[in-house]
């Protein structure tokens, strides 16, 4: 059997959906049929491999593989996937090769030779590369897919390179009209993806810049990742985004033109200079080729896989590893001349698109026409919401004048929109050291607060705010006062400084009313909303003031604006219904993606959603929505806001299902990473320590955890009720605890679960008189998640039961069971404790079947037959059993039936027949 391809990762990314597919199928123990289709180097066989790998042992293995040619060598898929087996019979394998024989007599050959192998064991069967496949072995493929037995067929493909003319184009036809198959489509890479396999193949997360420069240059193609992977001399992947192609991938790609006429290796290589994106006015100029004969070529190329027809008049290269391969090829003067030919043709047409001019400018060494295009394409992509884009060109022109502040100020905002922060940070600096004008440096600092914070640089911050609170005493009253005002209100807030908040974005109102300035108006509002949405007492009119601020800066296009501002609507003023919530959560998200504001796109949105599904009391969709904000933010271990985002709330939501060992690597993940707040690591050990019933650890845990409680200025009731529940779980020493609530359950601590705590700790104490009126007086709380409401009615019904009123208590825990329907973990098993304790069904058991439908096959028949009058020694004799078992049958009947006599069962029996 040939050794299947390996990978340069060693784990497969991106497939786990499909390996799950296939798996399912192969231990289903019947037969089956899958299909893999993808284009080559997609990871067809890495799949198969995967696959094969999750087998028992016990499991016939089978893998043959087609190979270009070999239409003309009957069954080499077959030979090729029994080579070297010693068990084959060698009569039989002289038939399968001897041509004399008729193609019948040497097709049920091939059938006698796999049936021999497998007998009747469980087996999996892959041919490879169909779309090579000969006749003889497309029909072997199809015979196999018709016997019976626990067997997984599996053939792979290439769709693109599948015509009508091979006999694997009517094998796929005649599998579909005979057979249920499987097909398992393989698609690129996304961006996270390539992320992913980086991270697997060299042991680190990879810089969020290169992976997607990386993923950019392979499309997503894991063989074109893999093969510039081999070639990296370290693990510094930055190091491949440049690096010139390794000659084995090169020359494979490079085959795909190599037999093309002169004319056609002209356009070609015009085409692989002018960029991935090609428009075909752009390339008849650059080669000067007629319309009709430009046409004709680019349909040849687009039939040969080297070109996809992307849009209207517009073409790209399958694969941009294609192009760099052809590029490469080239003279570094054929290069230049072609770029001078294309910017000459881009800006007689007036060209709109400022990235293609700067591209060619710089291949063209034409350096004032690649900064003029730098500047006014970087300001016109972060407008459209193009951050990254905004960030290659502000840095394409910086590389040619790295003083220039404007293309400095696009930069650090896209870098910042994009979630780089550390590269938004030193294009901040150096924008705010070097702008002359002090609006110009007022708009330096606004950001520079923000990106401290979001680093968590809080003394650098602090600085920053002296910094602009001086320049605001130099400045005249106008425009760069007023932002600078705004700069200081947004510091404030960040610090929970609401005062100093409030009253600096009042001062900027004046000033952006007094002079007219709309912008600074809105974000001046958006600060002044949000520090008064953080107070009970306010947040209504913050409420009034952010709803009116979202209309507005969508109006005017401030789409940064009106993003942060719908954040703060879904984050410190929940709307009144779920519904309402989901709406501004997706609108949020709508003018995050118009600004280019990735960190709240992807994955503020997902906490978001992860939120609400814990205000809907849905466990599961807040878990599956933080699993997918983690997959789709690509960037989630790089240094911001903040590394692993989503690793501490879906460390608290395991917690919650009982998850206990996903937890412990989670907080294991978490402890390696530099930028996590005192109490979050200790927090969670403990908490998990506890839900585990490991007092040492969870002793020792404590200790760091109130060390690190006293760099946390601020107290959360959430966290105390978390953490105190499963200090209480675990019968935590009652000095211990003391010292834990007292850390815990500040002041600040809302009422509402003081309230709460104080309930649990009396209740613990076997105070339950005082605990329940405690328990009660919050059983409504709309602040409360309904996990928590239900903990709450729980508690009372323990109460109640303690003081014998049951009536009550069933009615608490009648009330708790919708709220923790779609909960999990030890919330549950305490609603089923106390339900338990009072006769009624766990939580989420299904309604108990009773009457006939609660019958079984065989006690119906019975139930007939009882109906009918006869006894148990007749029935014995009529269905051939004991009469002990006819007995026991007939009793299961009366009890399931409710009925205490056999001539009661004939009118249920038949009133449920002629129902």
Not at 9 to 26: D, K, Q, Y
Not at 183 to 199: E, G, K, S, Y
Not at 678 to 705: N, S, W
Request: include cysteine; charged fraction near 25%; hydrophobic fraction near 45%.
């Amino acid at each position: 059997m040939r050794t299947l391809r390996g990978g340069a990762s060693p784990v497969m990314i991106g497939r786990e959906g499909e390996l799950r597919r296939l798996a399912r199928l192969a231990s289903s123990g019947e037969p089956a049929v899958a299909v893999i289709a993808g284009e080559p180097g997609i990871g067809k066989t890495r799949l198969v491999h995967e696959l094969l790998a999750t087998l028992p042992a016990s499991t016939v293995v089978l893998v043959g593989q087609a190979e270009p040619g070999s239409l003309s060598r009957p069954y080499e898929v077959l030979l090729d996937a029994i080579d070297g087996r010693p068990e084959v019979d060698e009569q039989q394998l002289a038939a399968l090769a001897d041509a004399r024989r008729s193609p019948v007599e040497r097709l049920h050959t091939g059938v006698a030779i796999l049936a021999d192998l497998i007998a009747d064991r469980p087996a999996v069967v892959v041919f490879e590369d169909l779309h090579w496949a000969d006749s003889e072995s497309a029909a072997l493929f199809e015979r196999i897919a018709d016997q019976r037995g626990p067997r997984l067929l599996i053939g792979t493909y290439r769709p693109d390179d599948v015509t009508r003319r091979q006999p694997v184009a009517g094998l796929l036809a005649r599998l579909e009209r005979r057979h249920a198959v499987t097909h398992v489509r393989l698609d690129r890479l996304t961006p996270a993806q390539t992320a992913a396999l980086l991270a697997a193949a060299t042991g680190a997360p990879a810089p969020m810049r290169a992976a997607t420069a990386l993923h950019h240059r392979t499309g997503g193609n894991p063989f074109f990742l893999e093969e510039l992977l081999r070639a990296l001399p370290s693990t510094d992947v930055e190091t491949l985004v440049e690096q010139p192609l390794p000659w084995s991938l090169a020359d494979v790609l490079r085959r795909q033109v190599d037999d093309l006429d002169p004319a056609s290796v002209r356009i070609v290589e015009a085409a692989a200079v002018l960029g991935q994106r090609i428009p075909f006015d752009l390339l008849a100029g650059v080669s000067r080729t007629g319309e009709d004969e430009l046409i004709a070529v680019l349909r040849e190329l687009v039939t040969r896989g080297v070109l996809v027809e992307a849009g209207e008049d517009e073409f790209a290269f399958r694969h941009a590893l294609v192009r760099e391969a052809i590029a490469d090829q080239l003279l570094g003067r054929q290069r230049r001349r072609l770029h001078e030919a294309a910017l000459e043709v881009l800006l007689q047409g007036g060209s709109s698109d400022p990235a293609m001019v700067a591209h060619h400018a710089r291949g063209a060494g034409r350096y004032d026409d690649l900064v003029a295009a730098a500047r006014s394409g970087a300001a016109l992509y972060l407008s459209i919401g193009s951050a990254y884009q905004a960030l290659q060109l502000a840095e394409m022109g910086l590389d040619e004048l790295p003083d220039d502040t404007e293309l400095l100020g696009a930069a650090a905002r896209a870098a910042w929109l994009a979630g780089l922060l550390d590269d938004a940070l030193r294009y901040g600096r150096r924008w705010r050291d070097l702008a002359g004008a002090a609006a110009d440096r007022a708009e330096a600092l606004y950001l520079l607060v923000r990106l401290a914070w979001e680093s968590r640089e809080f003394d650098e911050m602090g600085a920053l705010t002296h910094d602009i609170e001086t320049l605001i005493a130099q400045l005249p009253p106008g425009a760069g006062q007023a932002r600078a005002m705004t700069a200081i209100a947004q510091s404030a807030y960040l610090r929970d400084d609401l005062e100093a908040a409030l009253l600096w974005s009042d001062r900027a109102l004046a000033l952006a009313d007094e002079f007219d300035l709309p912008v600074i108006r809105l974000t001046a509002l958006l600060e002044k909303g949000s520090s008064l949405s953080e107070r009970p007492q306010s947040a209504a009119e913050g409420r009034e003031i952010l709803s009116a601020l979202v209309d507005e800066a969508e109006k005017a296009g401030e789409w940064v604006l009106a993003a942060r501002a719908l954040n703060t609507l879904v984050q410190e003023v929940p709307p009144a219904s779920p519904d309402e919530h989901a709406e501004a959560l997706e609108r949020m998200r709508v003018d995050a993606e118009r600004a280019g504001f990735e960190s709240l796109a992807v994955a503020t949105y997902f906490q978001g959603r992860a939120r609400l599904a814990q205000r809907t009391g849905d466990l599961r969709a807040g878990i599956a929505a933080l699993e997918e904000g983690r997959e789709n933010d690509s960037g989630y271990r790089r240094r911001g806001r903040w590394a692993d985002y989503h690793g501490v709330f879906l460390a608290g939501l395991l917690l919650e299902a009982g998850e206990y060992d996903r937890v412990e690597q989670i907080v294991a993940d978490l402890a390696e990473l530099a930028d996590n707040l005192p109490a979050t690591v200790p927090g969670l050990t403990f908490h998990l320590a506890c839900r585990r019933g490991d007092l040492p650890r969870a002793e020792a845990a404590m200790d760091e955890l109130l060390a690190g409680l006293t760099h946390q200025e601020w107290r959360s009731g959430e966290q105390a009720h978390d953490l105190i529940s499963a200090a209480l779980d675990l019968g935590l020493p009652a000095p211990r605890l003391d010292r834990l609530v007292a850390d815990l359950v500040r002041p600040e601590v809302s009422q509402a679960y003081q309230t709460l705590v104080g309930a649990q700790l009396a209740e613990a104490r076997g105070k339950h008189a005082e605990a329940l009126p405690a328990y009660l007086a919050v059983t409504d709380v709309e602040s409360f998640q309904p996990s928590v409401r239900g903990t709450v009615r729980v508690g009372a019904t323990r109460c109640l039961l303690a003081a014998d009123r049951r009536a009550e208590a069933a009615e608490q825990a009648d009330a708790a069971t919708p709220l923790l329907a779609r909960w999990a973990g030890w919330r549950v098993a305490q609603l089923d404790q106390v339900r338990a304790q009072l006769g009624l069904a766990p939580a989420g058991a299904p309604p108990a079947v009773t009457g006939p439908a609660a019958l079984t096959p065989r006690e119906r028949e019975v139930a007939v037959l009882i109906s009918e009058g006869l006894t148990n020694t007749e029935l014995a004799r009529r269905l051939y059993i004991s009469p002990k078992t006819a007995a026991v049958h007939v009793s299961n009947i009366l009890r399931k039936l409710g009925v205490s006599s056999r001539t009661e069962v004939g009118p249920l029996v038949i009133r449920d027949v002629t129902a």
